[in-house]
């Protein structure tokens, strides 16, 4: 009985309950949408619940890991990971590539199943960053100006390869988000603020020149970055979503009407008076406001405070560095996606394609997220504390 009670006690039902209530809320916005709004069959809804089942045995078999299996697996990880964009470049789907502008989705053969690697990939990749900080803060103790300036070289070594080849698949959106996951790492690495201020200042001011130089002077951008006019479009509709409301914006002002139309209640399920593009993905928020209003909205926005809460409680209930950098990792990496994704329905950022983490459609993105909490539920259920032993690649570890 002590055992049984033991192995309950290491299962984070509030992490499990948060994900329960983001899965029904997906599946109702996404049956509102596909059938009693667009009028469709029950065959977009029940993928998303057989993703969701895949993504359950995923975070269940990672949870089985615990964090010496997951320090001895890093490197493999990454590197296959690193042949998986390497392959999606080769036999990318070029009809979908046609349609989205993208060659990020490869088509899996008898199934005709499409998958995003490069959102699997962030796994591993929050796996090395981790790894990597962690190993650097064991053998440099003694923080000084230079060895903060090696971690920020080895950050910069290990972010290149999947960031070029995600940019090579002329993806921005995902991009982003592994700038969040390495920009999060970055900030909680160690490294000493007089370093931190200079560099945030430094890609502040280029921000700010890079959206001086859209509206002056796109040629430059063009030239030097690439930067293509679907870019330069969705810089524009964020700047004045109303600049062009029948082409480039209509996507952004039909999401601010569903929005706002839905009052403080919203109208009703499946209840829509507003015609919005992909409405199943990318602006699912909108239709979560216009069915069930500013109340069901914020809930929602409940609902992801209070799985960033549980997972930042585990961390500090584990006392595990190299957890603690995958945590944030993780954490950043949702964050991310709902602060972009809610924000670009209602127009405070640009439109990405960044999906809504748990309730937006596509299998990819939920199966990478899943994958994710099971890194954090892995936490709770190998309940102990490691040190590192600084002689390469093992952990001291002292079971709680």
């Known amino acids: 009985m002590k055992n049984e009670n033991e192995n309950t006690s290491r299962i984070d039902y509030g992490i499990i309950l948060c994900i329960m209530i983001l899965a029904m809320i997906g599946l109702i916005s996404l049956y509102s949408t596909s059938v009693l709004i667009q009028g469709g ?12 089942v895949l993504g359950i045995i995923a975070a269940a078999v990672i949870m089985l890991f615990d964090s010496e299996q997951l320090w001895k697996l890093t490197h493999y990880l990454y590197w296959i990971g690193i042949l998986a964009l390497i392959v999606t470049l080769l036999f990318y789907d070029r009809p979908l590539s046609v349609i989205t502008g993208a060659k990020s989705w490869i ?38 100006v230079e060895s903060d300036f090696m971690l920020i070289g080895k950050y910069i070594l290990w972010s290149i390869p999947p960031f070029a080849l995600i940019m090579m698949q002329n993806d921005l959106g995902t991009t982003l988000v592994y700038i969040a996951i390495l920009a999060g790492i970055f900030l909680l690495s160690g490294i ?48 004045d979503p109303y600049h062009d409301t029948s082409q480039a914006s209509y996507q952004v002002i039909q999401a601010f009407k569903a929005i706002g139309s839905g009052g403080v209640f919203g109208k009703g ?20 406001g216009e069915n069930f209003g500013f109340v069901g ?18 961390v500090y209930d584990t006392k595990n560095e190299f957890y603690a950098y995958i945590a944030t990792g993780v954490i950043m990496m949702l964050v991310f996606h709902v ?3 809610i924000g670009m329905n209602i127009g405070l950022l640009p439109v990405t394609g960044i999906p809504l983490p748990f309730v937006s459609q596509g299998g990819s993105a939920l199966l990478g997220n899943m994958m994710g909490i099971g890194l954090i539920m892995s936490m709770r259920y190998h309940h102990r504390s490691y040190m590192f032993s600084g002689d390469g690649d093992s952990f001291h570890s002292d079971a709680k």
């Open 41 to 52: 069959g029950l065959r977009m809804t029940i993928m998303q619940g057989v993703w969701y």
């Open 107 to 144: 088509r899996i053969p008898i199934i005709n199943f499409t998958l995003q690697p490069s959102e699997f990939v962030k796994i591993p990749y929050i796996l090395i960053l981790a790894k990597t900080t962690t190993l650097h803060n064991a053998r440099f103790k003694n923080r000084t």
């Open 192 to 239: 000493q603020w007089k370093i931190i201020i200079p560099i945030v200042l430094v890609l502040f001011v280029l921000a700010a020149g890079i959206i001086i130089l859209v509206v002056y002077n796109r040629d430059f951008l063009q030239r030097t970055l690439g930067v293509q006019d679907y870019q330069f479009s969705r810089i524009d509709t964020w700047l």
């Open 269 to 288: 399920l499946g209840v829509s008076e507003v015609y919005i593009p992909v409405r199943e993905s990318d602006m699912i928020f909108a239709t979560i």
């Open 297 to 314: 909205a914020s809930f929602l926005i409940f609902i992801y405070f209070v799985l960033v809460y549980n997972m930042i409680r585990i």
């Open 339 to 341: 602060l972009e994704n």
